[in-house]
Structure formats: C-alpha cells, structure tokens
C-alpha cells in the first residue's frame, strides 16, 4: 500500500531520521555498517537541508534535478515548439532530454545497494525484502496504467507499457539479481543483458523484414511488441510500436545495474576523493565506449540499445560524480537545497506532474470565457505568449509548472510529509 509518512510530531533529533526503505521513491539510506554511517558525509545543521545523518543528499539532488529536467521535457507550453535539447532525438542519437530517462533508473540502481544493506543490517530474511520487493512493484506498475488511462479510463485500449512500468520491472528485476549474486554475478549479469539484446537486435529475422533492421516498427523489438501487445501501445507511433515494449527492457535492467555497481563503489571504505575520481574515470570510459561502438549499434533512446544504455550509464556517473563532490565532499550543498527537495518525493512529484498537465489540457473552458479552448491553452496564451515567442514561451510554461510542482513538494517538506511504498 501506498504510506504517507509524517515527522512533524517527532522530535527533532528524529526528524532528520526519514524513512529510506524505498530506493527510487525515497532515496538512500546508507546503513550498512554504523562506520559506513558515520563516515557518509551529510550536511551541516545550518545548511537547513535537514538531511538524516548518513544519507547521501547529492544522491537525493541528483534525483530531483532529474525529476526537474522530466517535468521540462514533458510539460512544454507547445509541442510543436520545443528548443531542440529538451524534444527528444527522432530515431538515432540523443539528445538532453534523452538523459533523463536512464539518469533516473541508473539512480533506482544506486539506492538499491543501500536499500538491501539497510534490510541486512536489521537481520530480516530475504522472504521479508522479496514480499516488499513484490508490493512496490505492482504499486509503481499500476501507478503508470493509471496514468496511462487517465482521464478517459478506456481500457479496451489502454497503454500496457510505460514510464513508471519500465522502472517497475527495472527495479523488479535489479533487485533480484542483487538478492542472489555478488559483485562479480552483477557484472556478468550486466554484460550478458547487453550481449544478449545486441544479439536479438542484430541476428533474429522479422517475418517479412529479415535480421539486423532497426527502423521504428521493422525492428525485432517492434516485433515481439506486436505479438504480445497488439492494440495497447503507445498511440503516438500508431500502435505499431512501443518505446517502452518488452525486449527493450532488457537493457534498460542493464542501465539500472550500472548503478547498482555505483553504490556498490559508494558504500566502499575508500576516501571519498578516490570516490569521485573513479566514477568521472569510469563514466569516461564508458561515454567513449558508447561512442565508439555507435558505429556497429546505434544510440537509441527509443529503442533503448545496448550502446545507449553504455552511453547514458557514462553520463550519469560523470553527473553524480559532480554532486557527490560538490555536496558530499565539498560541502557546497546550498545550490542543490531546491533539487533535494524534489529528489524526497520524486514518484509523486512525477504522478502530480502528469494529472495536473493531462488535466489542464482536456479541461475545456466555453462556459466562462464564450469559446472552446482548454485550460492549458489558456494560461499559455495568456500568460507565456504575450512575453515570449515560440520555444521560449513553451519554456517559461513549462517552468512555471516545475515551479508549481516544487511549491508542492516544498510543502511536503516543511511538513515533513514523505509518500512512500
């Protein structure tokens, strides 16, 4: 079930203890050992983050400066104008926004190492985190047929995969793979998801198309969409094709293992210093990996090709290698204080996001203002076009709904009120 947690009653020594148990919806707790705890650097009483002690605030900035970057790319105040970094690369390549997406499963797989060391540490059995494990993934999954459904709840026709599905079945089955295998099994795991879906991609013939074509819709994983989820995919592409289908999702698991080998490297006993400086050398190799092997596997977002997934697992390691320096390390965390806010109730914020957007877009207006336009229309035209043109009036609607999406999670903070599952 869905919990709202309260710590406005408590003391304030306890206040700064916040639940942790979910990774991707609360962040990370690092309890492993209490020297792990005590050498966890955290922010100083004054800088009124109000973090636990022991908890990673540039893991908790990180995941709400994604949160804030999701928001940009989905709320635009006109998709038709959109600055080219925020729409997303037609077929090929990538672009910024294209970050997002695997920044937040790749955050999924670093809180994941933190999560199962806090369940050791308490002596549960691994039934215990299995039947957790099981609740919080059916919760997250229907959360996105939800909002896959809403406002219309259609659902003869209803979108089957998804965001919240993707990161469901990522965290799912991540967390399975840590339950069993040791650092060494992740690697292999890791490796042989992406092996194995260059494979299918490049040698499994499409009936009537042949092997090795990777066209939106001709494609293997366009295939086996098209087999098992015929008339519940995303519409935007006619229904012919899902960006978040089945065999896709096998490296997109491999995405969210990179991280959980990151905070494998961040739980370790080394200096943080040498933290750092492993994961910018790391996420290096990677982005130059990525790049080299664009050559025989393109990157793609859409369908999450094992190259991407080398890619963005590169630039998000070299994104929270800057955090954990600036934050962490550095102590320099009064920048991030609106980002750590976002990152304590990020499922939340995101589900918030869509209602409120989907709902401002198909609330129509003709009885007030004597002519059919919808709400959303309205508030841009009113507010966004008379001071700006085009991309840029697009921009400021859509930061002025990141900035009423954090007005909301800054009231859950102040109240300390984390939704949790």
Known sequence: MVRIVSLTTQA????????????????????????????????????????????????????????????????????????????????NGWTFADTVFPSFLFIVGVSLVFSFAKQEEKGKPNSAF????????????????????????????????????????????????VLKADLRGCILWLIGLLASYWLMMRFIPVPGIGAGVLEPGKNFA???????????????YNGTWDPEGIVSTIPAIATTLFGVLTGQ?????????????????????????????????????????STFSIFMAGMALVCLAFFHWSIDVADFSRW????????????????????????????????????NIDCQSYVFNSLCSPIAKSETASLLYA??????????????WRKRLFITI
């Open 336 to 371: 991030a204080k609106p980002f750590i806010i976002l990152g304590l109730n990020p499922i939340a914020v995101y589900v918030l996001s869509e209602v409120f957007d989907t709902t401002l877009r198909i609330l129509n207006l003709p009885m007030v203002l004597a002519q």
């Open 399 to 412: 930061l002025l709904t990141l900035l009423f999406m954090f007005l909301i999670a800054w009231i859950m």
């Open 12 to 91: 304030p020594a306890q206040q700064k203890r916040f639940a942790n148990e979910k990774p991707e919806l609360q962040g990370c707790f690092s309890s492993q050992t209490e020297k792990c705890l005590e050498r966890q650097p955290h922010p100083t009483p004054d800088s009124g983050l109000s973090a636990p002690k022991g908890r990673l605030a540039s893991l908790d900035a990180f995941r709400g400066f994604t949160i804030a970057l999701m928001i940009l790319v989905n709320s635009p105040g006109d998709t038709k104008a959109v600055y080219a970094p925020l729409s997303h690369a037609d077929w």
């Open 222 to 236: 366009a295939w086996v969409d098209s087999l098992f989820l015929s008339g519940h995919m995303w519409s935007y």
């Open 265 to 305: 490297w961040l739980s370790s006993s080394l200096p943080e210093r040498r933290k750092v400086a492993g994961m910018v050398c790391a996420g290096l190799v990677l982005l130059i990996a990525g790049y080299i092997l664009d050559r025989w596997l393109p990157i793609n977002k859409s369908i999450w090709t």
């Open 130 to 177: 299995v039947v957790r494990l099981l609740r919080r993934t059916l919760i997250l999954f229907a959360l996105g047929l939800f909002l896959n459904v809403f406002p219309t709840f259609y659902l003869s026709t209803i979108r089957i995969p998804g965001v919240l599905q993707r990161i469901a079945l990522c965290y799912f089955f991540a967390s399975l793979i």
